[in-house]
Each structure stands twice: as C-alpha cells, then as structure tokens.
C-alpha cells in the first residue's frame, strides 16, 4: 500500500500510538488531554499524505533534500503547532521529540502492515518524501516556535520596560540575571555592568540586608518583602517596597528569584509628615505633649530597672500672657520660638525639649552621672531667657520660672514625675520668678498659683 494511502486510512492508528508516547515520555505533556495531544498532528499528517500523492519534480526533490523546500509564507499546521507548543510550555527539544515520534510510529506501522518489507523503488521513494515532510515540518515548527518566542520577548520587554517598577531577577549565587530599564536607569548602570553582579558589587549600603532577604527566599521557598532606601548620585533619598518571590522548576525547586520594587517615596513622605504633625508643635518644632509623654514613659521605666537617674525641667515664660496682650499674637508667636531655640541650645542631642502648649516648656535629662549638671542646664535655661528678644519692631526683656523634678529620686512614674516638676515651677513663681527650684514634697502641699503684676521690661526698636 502506497504511504499517502496508508496515512489516510490509519489515521487513528497513527494517531493513538502517538498519543501514548506522549503520555509516556513527554513530561511536558503532563495533564494535557487527548485532544490537545493531538490538536495539530491529523492536519500535518494529511497534508504529508497529500505531498507525497503529487509528482515531485527533480527541482522539488533537490530542494527538499536541502531543507529549502518553498513556502508562500502562510502559517502551515506545523508552524502552528510549534507557536501553541510555546504558549503550552513546552520546550524546544519536546517539542521536536513530538515529529521524531511521530516519524517512528508511521514508518513502524507502515513496515509492519507490509509484512516487513519496504523494497520497491516506490516504497523507498515514499520513505524518503515522508521524511523530508517531516524534516521540513519540524523546520517550519520550529521557526513557529521561535518566532513566538520572539514575540513574547519583545511582548515581555516592552511592558517591562514600560512598567513604573524596578523589576529584575537574580540567580541562586545572587546575582543579577535580568534588570529592567527602571532599574538600569535608577543605577546609571547597562546590563552587561550588572549581569553576574551581586549586591555587594554595586557597592549599596544595604547589600548585606538584600542580600540576605535572597537567600531567605531560596531557604524558605517563600516570598520575602521589605523598605529600603536608594539615593542615587546626587539625588534624593527614594524609598522602594521590595517584593522578592522564589521561581520554581517542575521540579519544585527554587532555579532562580524575581523581584519587584515599587517606589514608596511619595508615600512614606506622606506618613513622615502626618507622624510630624501628630508628634511635633508646628509652631515651635519641638516635640509636643504626645511625643514627650511617650518618651518620657520610656525614660522612666528604663530609669528605674537601670538606677540611672533622669530630671526633668518644667519651665513657664514669666509675663507671656502680657505680651501676648501687649503686642499681638504674632508677637507672641515670635517670642514662643525663639524661646524654644534658646531652649533647645541648652541641651544635648540625647535629652528632649518639647512644648506642652502655650508659654509652657518640658526638658528631659537623661542617664544622668553628675548630680550637678542638672543645675549647670537649669541655670544656664534660665539665664538664656532673660537675655532680650527682638520681636521686630521691639525688643523685650522677660524670664521663665523652672521647676525640676528627679526619677527615681521623687519617684519612679511618669505622670508623678510631671506634677511633682509643675509644683516645683510654680513655686519659683511664688518666690519672685526667675529662678530654678528643684522639687520638695512641701511644693506639692502649700504651692500656690497666683496671678502676677506686670513686670516687662521693652523697648521700642
């Protein structure tokens, strides 16, 4: 029986036995059904079986057996096959596999309903067209396949390239593999700069904590996320939410790590300012009364499992009120900051100065080794205070009453340690003003607050 004829009539046959080399060698074939196993396969082989029913001219043959078989350029059900086996995700050589198979189980059914013998010139002839058809259909799945690749690349490049985030890859040593455009722009660097290139290599400040979030990655086999900083040259400090996922082989081990890193700054910008604004006295700076009341609930506690002491330093403007009266509010607003510079000179970087509200300020002395340098920056707070101040079109001389009360000395809780400060403050009021007085338990029960009579010096400017 001639093969073009042996095709069509075996079809199924051909077909079948196809189908189960598939299920048996074909790893990528895994949970395919039947029809999509054999989607392509009936139309290439009838369209051999009608090749090989046509006259071949000797032009025809020559070519063919070169590979160059012509083409109007129309997809065939080979070139098909070969761009879906992509999309299936298969692989090149599995993909080929298929037509080497496929070969096999025609030549092996057609020799064996022949009783063993393939000796006419025809039948050799037919053997030879069969697999020059298939050789020709593996090209054309073959260029199917990489032209699909091709365009998934570009596909793939084109909306990586085109997405806001840093998107990149590494292998399992930690080394870049893959960097988008975002990210090659962010470190002013081309890929064959970055490529094999690990963290430490490009010289971040962070490399150790990324590095380490990779190989976290590939031990846990989960998603890891984090913030990090990036300042680029000369540039400002940016802020990225950093996604890094495992990518897995069938397998079921990690082959490799994809990361995607969003730009948060605008974000975090946002939430620094509303923690600014819930933390910080807009007029003055300082820490107001929930950031202080927070810190010194720490300070305290610390204070008293460690024994080291802390003061803290209650101070009131003497007179502010008149001021306020006197001169305006924007005088008083004026006075109220330069209070708090004058303040916040005072004091070391590790103390806090706040403001409560009002013309009333707070400092904290913390881990105190020397009794007496509570003294020297009260003294030297007071002291500051009454030098003038210059509230534009007049220069004004006042004073601040301070309070100081000691944990654990006074005692070991924070809201206590406040009263016990105020009391203190306002007997400086009660015994003339400008003055410092450190707290006694005879503040608390016989201080008093009374009203003052104007005493403020000024002078017009």
């Not at 697999?131 to 690749?149: F, L, M, R």
């Not at 990090?228 to 040259?233: E, H, S």
């Not at 009360?405 to 105020?422: C, G, K, M, R, V």
Request: charged share 25%; aromatic share 8%; net charge negative.
């Amino acid at each position: 029986m001639r093969l073009d004829k042996f095709i069509l009539k075996n079809l199924e046959g051909i077909l079948q036995e196809w189908e189960d080399f598939a299920v048996d060698y074909l790893s990528d074939a895994d949970g395919m059904n039947k029809h999509q196993l054999r989607d392509h396969l009936r139309d290439m082989l009838i369209t051999i079986a009608a090749d090989l029913a046509r006259p071949q001219s000797a032009k025809d043959q020559s070519q063919k057996a070169k590979g160059q078989q012509a083409s109007d350029g129309s997809d065939t059900a080979a070139t098909t096959h070969g761009s879906e086996r992509l999309a299936a995700g298969f692989s090149l050589n599995s993909t080929v596999s298929e037509f080497r198979a496929l070969r096999a189980s025609v030549t092996r059914l057609w020799i064996k309903k022949n009783a063993m013998q393939v000796n006419s010139e025809t039948d050799l002839g037919d053997l030879v067209r069969f697999n020059e058809a298939i050789d020709q259909a593996i090209t054309e799945s073959v260029v199917g396949y990489s032209t699909e690749k091709e365009y998934d690349s570009r596909m793939y490049e084109t909306i990586l390239t085109s997405c806001p985030d840093l998107i990149f890859s590494f292998n399992l040593q930690g080394r870049f593999v893959y960097a988008n455009k975002q990210l090659k722009d962010l470190f002013g660097l081309r890929m064959e700069q970055m490529a094999g290139k690990n963290y430490y290599d490009l010289n971040l400040p962070i490399a150790a904590e990324l590095q380490g979030q990779i190989e976290q990655v590939i031990r846990s086999k989960e998603s890891v996320s984090r913030e990090a900083p990036y300042t680029p040259n000369a540039g400002k400090m940016l802020w990225h939410d950093y996604v890094f996922t495992p990518v897995f082989n069938k397998a079921g081990d990690v082959e490799s790590v994809v990361c995607i890193g969003h730009d948060v700054t605008d974000r975090r910008a946002s939430e620094h300012k509303n923690w600014t604004k819930a933390n910080y006295d807009d007029l003055t700076g300082l820490p107001n009364r929930s950031f202080f009341t927070n810190r010194l609930e720490e300070y305290v506690k610390h204070s008293h499992r460690s024994g080291a002491s802390i003061a803290l330093l209650f101070i009131d403007l003497d007179y502010f009120k008149e001021i306020n009266d006197r001169f305006g509010h924007e005088a008083g607003d004026s006075l109220l900051k330069q209070t708090a510079a004058r303040i916040q000179s005072c004091v070391r970087e590790s103390d806090t100065a706040a403001r409560l509200g009002g013309d009333e300020f707070i400092v904290i002395l913390k881990n105190l080794q020397n009794p007496g340098h509570v003294d020297i920056v009260a003294e030297k707070i007071r002291q500051r205070l009454v030098e003038p101040f210059d509230l534009g079109n007049h220069t004004i001389q006042i004073s601040a009453s301070i309070g100081v009360s000691l944990s654990p000395q006074d005692t070991t809780f924070a809201n206590e340690l406040i009263n016990h400060a105020d009391s203190a403050m306002y007997a400086s009021k009660n015994k003339g003003r400008n003055q410092v007085t450190f707290y006694t338990r005879s503040d608390t029960s016989n201080g008093l607050r009374v009203d003052h009579s104007v005493a403020v010096k000024t002078n017009a400017t």
